[in-house]
């Protein structure tokens, strides 16, 4: 399974982008995607995280701001970031847990992330 992410970019304090990552591979089942972020000197952290049962976790920075979705007939997972503040600047990895078709075993797979970068 091979992750794209896009979205990214130049934002000022306040706004509203949305990030995008879309699965792609052959016979493969999504399990759990979520969105990760890493800032320089700093360690990776999750942002969101959503199941295939479409159970929700969010980061403390990231409650009331974010929200994740997905679309599991477009194999994508979106997060949809309000209020952007100099400190969500990041890069943003998107991230899958999925398996083969029929196997129980799961695997994960990163996207090559997606530069957010909040500055006026």
């Known amino acids: 399974v091979q992750l794209q992410a896009s979205g990214g970019g130049l934002v000022q304090p306040g706004g509203s982008p949305r990030l995008s990552c879309v699965a792609s591979?052959?016979?493969?089942?999504?399990?759990?995607m979520g969105w990760y972020r890493q800032a320089p000197g700093n360690q990776r952290e999750l942002v969101a995280s959503?199941?295939?049962?479409?159970?929700?976790n969010y980061a403390d920075s990231a409650k009331g701001r974010f929200t994740i979705s997905r679309d599991n007939a477009k194999n994508s997972v979106y997060l949809q970031m309000n209020n952007l503040k100099p400190e969500d600047t990041a890069v943003y990895l998107c991230?899958?847990?999925?398996?083969?078709?029929?196997?129980?075993?799961?695997?994960?797979?990163w996207g090559q992330g997606t530069q957010v970068t909040v500055s006026s």
């Open positions: 959503i199941t295939d049962g479409d159970s929700l």
């Open positions: 991230y899958a847990q999925w398996s083969f078709s029929g196997s129980s075993i799961r695997r994960d797979a």
């Open positions: 591979g052959t016979r493969f089942v999504i399990r759990s």
